[in-house]
């Protein structure tokens, strides 16, 4: 019995108590509580709901459906927390303006169905009450509450209209105003802005503004862009933010006043830029796009120019759309958006002599032939198919083009190998751009103008028949002569166009400008340039017009000076031509200064409605020479401006000299052609083409059929040597005319 009792002690008084314990034991060490102590909230409960979205909050139109954002719990320490199901609820509980969905969140501008008949679920299909105001929302889990967010209920928006930009002017980079929109209804009604709600801001372009949440635009790069608003799940065009433009691109050397500079070969000479708008704001972060006149030998870089031969150069920055300074098309022109930009030019001279590949081929041959200069010795005669009509040398010095009326012939530049032969297309090769690109061929036969790329694809055609062409600079545009005498430009941005060939009664030759601000077409009564400045008219702030490629303003825009052909010199000051005037070639020096970066006139393209940049001409200059012929084939300007010689065919008497024009002095010397033994005398020069270094201008010639290298000695250029490239003629016995020339520095290969 006392053993009995005595288990009955332990059990009611021990056990239970150790039981206690070591519960407690265990509760203690898994709690953490939120103030850190041993009581109070625990963490992992939520404190804290967040609904989105709590700045712009909803806008619906009244009988549409939407919803709220997304809910998420946080505890006391901001860790997030699960929750199955959040409850929703709005402020309205007559559920007639805002009526939500505790579920799910989904709202009604008006009444969610409830109790309807035929089994449809509740929360199915919205009732419009055609009420407008504003109601909260809020979602609520675990005892706690979120924010509230704000449901805007207003009529069927139809339009917006920015009220924030001022289109009387653009804004500067890293300025910022504030955006802000009109709401219409359908029937052109404005509706409160009390109830609309908050807009959302796009532009259409990147990069040329950046916009917050609260509709703060702050300008970055240079152009114009269509600014989108959207609300009430609407999205509507609003208007147009314009970052403001450059007025000026100033290049400089570092370190130096000078904007002339003699650089090594392989040595790279860094070239700044400082860019300006009209608020003389200093735009950052630009892309400019740095061209060379002769990038074969000193190609441009950004900020940048490393020599690869001896030569010279004209390096200039281009603010260029829709790279740099984009705009809508029905913008162009509006507060300088869409327009480009030039700089001053940038002179590098790299001293030094360099050796030559050429290539010769004739339009009476089938054969064409490489000359290493190095050693004077022929390479290998290569038999084409068909007798080439034309050859063009791409600028890298990769691929040589020939056309014929069968088909066009490709040839490695290299090994002298054809490549391709394209029996799609015919015709005459007429230009190659500076990026080595794009090929501008003819064919007379189904009267077509052919872009064909490197690739060896048509890329674009127009109807005409091409005679001349010339490229700018940056290889985006290329300006025509047609045999019917129109002119016709091709640019990437705005494709084909057939622009005013006024003042030209026959148009005979065309020359870009240095830097390429325009072209100059030489015609038979007068010289006329052209501005790549769209000429834009505006009604009030809208475009009217835009005449593409127009005639430029200034003295001059048309000269007096009829020309059979035209060049520019790289220096931007001398537009050169030449014409046969009762068979003794003429030479005509135009002085002109181009609006650039640095000149009165700035590198901008106008902003006033309907206007052109000025031309300048400083100077008109005609000069005889001793020669006689039959016409003008050619006026090739050295690349360092010193010199340009005139090339003519044969007329009735033999005339061996070469016509030498140096812009520095205005003196004309008139070269004399060596005749070499046992050979013919020359009688004209038809060709010609200078050396990389401008030491050697090789010409071909009638009468001997050979190429003449007339070398620039101490005083002046003489005939020096004479090469026999021995083309074998299609027609009957002996050789033919090399009149076909191209050369290359030799170190390309």
């Known amino acids: 019995m006392r053993r009995f009792v005595l288990l009955a002690f332990l059990v009611m008084f021990f056990i239970p108590v150790s039981v206690s314990i070591t519960g407690c034991s265990r509760n203690k060490s898994s ?159 404005a509706i409160s802005s009390s109830i609309v709600g908050k807009f959302t801001f796009a532009a259409q372009t990147s990069g040329i503004v950046t916009i917050d949440e609260n509709g703060v635009a702050t300008a970055a790069q240079p152009g114009s862009t269509l600014i989108t608003a959207s609300i009430s799940n609407a999205t509507s065009t609003a208007g147009y933010f314009s970052t403001c433009p450059p007025t000026s691109i100033a290049l400089n050397i570092p370190g130096s006043s000078s904007t002339s500079v003699n650089v090594n070969p392989n040595t790279t000479q860094p070239i700044t830029a400082t860019v300006l708008d009209k608020n003389n704001t200093t735009l950052t972060n630009l892309t400019l796009t740095y061209v060379s006149t002769t990038p074969r030998t000193i190609p441009a870089a950004t900020g940048s120019v490393t020599p690869t031969f001896p030569g010279a150069a004209a390096i200039t920055a281009f603010c260029l759309p829709p790279t740099c300074n984009p705009s809508p098309t029905d913008r162009v022109g ?285 100077s008109l200059n005609t000069y005889a020479t001793t020669a006689s012929g039959t016409a003008v084939t050619s006026i090739v300007p050295a690349s360092n401006s010193t010199v340009a010689f005139v090339t003519y065919s044969a007329g009735a008497t033999a005339s061996p000299v070469v016509p030498a024009y140096f812009p520095s002095t205005g003196t004309v010397s008139n070269i004399a052609l060596a005749t070499t033994s046992g050979k013919s005398a020359p009688t004209a020069p038809v060709s010609g083409v200078f050396s990389a270094d401008d030491a050697t201008f090789f010409v071909s010639t009638a009468g001997d059929n050979q190429v003449h290298l007339l070398t620039k000695g101490t005083a002046a250029y003489s005939d020096t040597r004479q090469l026999d490239p021995k083309l074998p003629a299609f027609s009957g016995s002996g050789y033919s005319v090399p009149d076909l020339i191209a050369a290359k520095p030799r170190t390309f290969q």
């Open 31 to 189: 709690a953490v509580y939120c103030n850190g102590g041993d009581s109070g909230m625990l963490t992992g409960q939520i404190t804290t709901i967040n609904l989105e979205p709590r700045l712009t909050g909803v806008s619906l139109s009244s009988g549409q459906m939407g919803s709220v954002g997304t809910a998420s719990a946080t505890d006391c320490k901001g860790n997030s927390v699960s929750v199955s199901n959040f409850t929703y609820a709005s402020s309205d509980t007559t559920h007639t303006l805002v009526d939500v969905n505790p579920s799910t969140g989904r709202l009604c501008a008006g009444s969610w169905n409830r109790n309807s008949a035929g089994g449809i679920a509740d929360y199915t299909y919205c009732n419009s009450t055609s009420l407008t105001g504003t109601a909260t929302v809020t979602a609520s889990a675990g005892g706690a509450t979120s924010n509230s967010v704000t449901v805007y209920v207003h009529p069927i928006i139809g339009s917006v209209a920015l009220t924030g930009i001022s289109q009387t002017d653009c804004v500067s980079q890293g300025k910022a105003i504030t955006l802000a929109a009109d709401a219409f209804d359908t029937s052109g009604n």
């Open 334 to 618: 509006l507060f300088g958006n869409g327009k480009p930009v030039a700089s001053n030019n940038i002179s590098v001279t790299t001293t030094g002599l360099s050796s030559n590949y050429l290539y010769l081929a004739s339009t009476q041959s089938q054969y064409v032939t490489q000359i290493d200069m190095t050693t004077g010795n022929l390479g290998a005669t290569l038999r084409l198919p068909y007798v080439p009509n034309s050859m063009q040398l791409s600028t890298d010095g990769a691929a040589l083009y020939l056309g014929t009326s069968n088909e066009i012939i490709t040839l490695n530049a290299t090994s002298n190998a054809i490549t391709k032969e394209d029996t799609s297309i015919s015709g005459r090769v007429i230009s190659v751009s500076p990026d080595s690109g794009t090929v501008v061929i003819t064919d007379p036969s189904r009267k077509l103008i052919y872009l064909y790329t490197s690739a060896g694809v048509v890329s674009s055609t127009y109807g005409g028949v091409a005679t001349l062409a010339a490229w700018s600079t940056d290889s985006t545009t290329v300006y025509i002569t047609t045999a019917d005498n129109q002119l016709i430009t091709y640019s990437t941005p705005a494709g084909w166009h057939v622009i005013d060939n006024s003042g030209l009664t026959a148009v005979n030759d065309v020359a870009v400008t240095v830097p390429s601000v325009g072209a100059y077409f030489a015609g038979s009564t007068a010289t006329v340039g052209h501005t790549y400045c769209h000429k834009t008219t505006y009604s009030g702030t809208a475009v009217s017009s835009i005449e593409y490629f127009p005639i430029a303003g200034g003295t001059a825009s048309t000269v007096a000076a009829p020309l059979d052909r035209i060049a520019a010199t790289n220096d931007g000051a001398h537009i050169l031509g030449a014409r046969m005037l009762s068979g003794v070639p003429q030479i005509t020096d135009i002085g002109v200064s181009m609006p650039i970066g640095g000149s009165t006139q700035g590198g901008a393209c106008p902003t006033a409605s309907g206007a052109v940049p000025n031309f300048t001409q400083n």
